[in-house]
Each structure stands twice: as C-alpha cells, then as structure tokens.
C-alpha cells in the first residue's frame, strides 16, 4: 500500500492537487495522509483567550483546522468508497518543514503532494515558497500539481535532467510505480550546455527500462532560457502530460545572487510535477 502525505491549506489549488491525486491512484491501494500546518502567528491573543478554560492552548489553536480536516476526510470517503482507500487527518503547527519532515518519516511516507498557485514574492524568492522550501529540506518525492489542472489519463511523459545529473533506473521505478497500468512514452530534456560524456548509454538505458525504441531528445543551455519557460515550451511539443526532474540543494547564497532554477520551473509549470533528489 502506497503512503501519500498530502498537504492541505483548504484553498482551491490544494482541493484541485487533492482530486488529481485521487483519481490517478484510483485502482490502487494507498492510504492518504492529509497534513494542514496551523500558522500559530496567524493567532491574536484574543482567539486564544476565548479558548474554555479546560482547552489546552496546542487544542485551541488546531480545533478549526481539525474540523475542516474531518470534513474533508468524510467526504472523500463517502466519493471514493469503492476505492482501496485510507484516510488519515493530521494537524501541527510545527515549523514548516519540520512537520513535514516528521510526517513522513512517521508514517513511512512514499510521496508528498502539494498544489501550486504560480505566484511568488521577494521573501518567495529569497527564502523559497512551501514548495521550494519542501523540496529543499524534506527527504521524500513530491508531486506538485499545478492550479487548474485536470487530471487525464497518463501516456507522455517528460523526463529533465542537468549537466550533473545522470538518469538513473530509479526514475522510471517511480514512474511504473505512480502509473502501473498505463504505458507510458517518455522523452528527454537535458538543461545542459554539453552533451554528457555517456549519452548513448543514457538514452539506452532509458529506452530499456521503457521499452521504447526512440527516445525524443531536446538539449538547451541553462544560461539562454528561464527552466520553467523551456520546460513549457517541451511539454506543448512533446504533449507531455506529465513531469520528472532531478533535484539538488541549492545554497541562500546562490538564491540571493540567481534566480532558483526549481523555483523558476515551480512558478511556471503547466503539467502536474514529480521532483526527486538526486
């Protein structure tokens, strides 16, 4: 059985990642974990003193986010119930990515999902969106889905690799393993201004673990185009239904000089996204 954590702030986006999800898995056995993270800032004085006497402070400050959780919870139950599914609701008001963190490894956690807006600011920028901030501090996949998007069954699928990163076997197990009774055709985009050193062997160890004779192969320089543009641009040529890209960290200090390759591809993405570490 699959473990999927999913991230809920209640808005439409995170609804929109929440169907997707549902319906892609549909025919599989998971349980979902579904995660809100209270802001405790976000809390006056006032609410907390309105609390009854008996409540705990940690009970005043998540009782709304339980209730909607449950809500939530009991719905899907009741439009999903001929699927193998669990349901789960958590709440913290931990740090961010701390509770994130401690989710998945409490609950042995396979994937994490999380809807997109496409918006950013200046403190985005420098210290990273939810979405950033979880791919950079958080050891687990994520699928990020974008705002609006419909889910629709799954054949293309667009695979991103860097100048320092090398595909692996362990993309496609994703893959079989998030779409296992769909046959998918993958092609390649390599944000590089050389080839690498092994390509041929690259491209035939990506066409065996697919089972495709030709692989489709775009390479472009980082330097020339923002990622998240040039990956728009792939996917509308490709018709990919769906991403892959290979992450890595990425130090404040190049944030604060560069724009974040992630977060580029992150504001722009138009197809649901699975980000794995390298």
């Given at each position: 059985?699959?473990?999927?954590?999913?991230?809920?702030?209640?808005e439409?986006?995170?609804?929109?990642?929440?169907?997707?999800?549902?319906?892609?898995?549909?025919?599989?056995?998971?349980?979902?974990?579904?995660l809100?993270?209270?802001?405790?800032w976000?809390y006056?004085?006032?609410?907390?003193?309105a609390?009854?006497?008996q409540?705990a402070?940690?009970?005043?400050?998540?009782s709304?986010?339980?209730t909607?959780?449950?809500?939530?919870?009991?719905?899907?139950?009741s439009?999903?119930k001929?699927e193998?599914?669990?349901?789960?609701?958590?709440?913290?008001?931990d740090?961010?990515t701390d509770a994130?963190?401690?989710?998945?490894?409490?609950?042995?956690i396979?994937y994490i999902?999380m809807?997109a807006?496409?918006?950013?600011?200046l403190?985005?920028?420098i210290?990273?969106?939810?979405s950033?901030?979880?791919?950079?501090?958080?050891?687990?996949?994520?699928?990020?889905?974008?705002?609006?998007?419909?889910?629709?069954?799954?054949?293309k699928?667009?695979l991103?690799?860097?100048?320092?990163?090398?595909?692996?076997?362990?993309?496609?197990?994703?893959?079989?393993?998030?779409?296992?009774n769909?046959?998918l055709?993958?092609?390649v985009?390599?944000?590089?201004?050389n080839?690498?050193?092994h390509q041929?062997?690259e491209l035939?160890?990506?066409?065996?673990?697919?089972?495709q004779k030709?692989?489709?192969?775009f390479?472009?320089?980082?330097?020339?185009?923002?990622?998240g543009?040039l990956?728009?641009?792939?996917?509308?040529?490709?018709h990919a239904?769906?991403n892959?890209?290979?992450?890595?960290?990425?130090?404040?200090?190049?944030?604060?000089?560069?724009s974040?390759g992630?977060?580029?591809?992150?504001?722009?993405?138009?197809?649901?996204t699975?980000f794995?570490?390298?």
């Open positions: 059985m699959k473990n999927i954590l999913i991230l809920s702030n209640f439409s986006y995170s609804k929109n990642a929440i169907d997707y999800t549902l319906q892609l898995c549909r025919g599989q056995a998971c349980h979902f974990n579904f809100n993270i209270v802001k405790v976000s006056t004085s006032d609410d907390l003193m609390a009854k006497p409540q402070i940690y009970d005043s400050i998540l709304d986010s339980k909607q959780l449950q809500h939530l919870v009991s719905d899907l139950r439009r999903y001929e193998n599914y669990l349901f789960s609701a958590l709440t913290d008001y740090v961010f994130i963190q401690q989710a998945v490894e409490n609950y042995h396979d999902v809807g807006d496409g918006t950013s600011n403190i985005e920028r210290f990273g969106s939810h950033t901030r979880v791919l950079r501090n958080v050891a687990c996949p994520v699928l990020i889905v974008p705002k609006g998007y419909r889910y629709e069954k799954t054949s699928v667009l991103v690799l860097d100048q320092s990163n090398v595909y692996n076997s362990g993309m496609a197990q994703k893959l079989v393993d998030l779409f296992p769909d046959k055709e993958v092609s985009l390599r944000l590089s201004q080839d690498p050193i041929q062997e035939a160890a990506i066409a065996r673990d697919f089972d030709d692989i489709p192969y390479k472009m320089p980082e330097a020339e185009v923002q990622k543009s990956l728009k641009t792939v996917d509308a040529v490709t239904q769906f892959v890209v290979l992450t890595q960290p990425q130090s404040l200090l190049h944030r604060l000089v560069a974040s992630v977060s580029d591809i992150i504001l722009n993405i138009e197809r649901p699975l794995l570490k390298h």
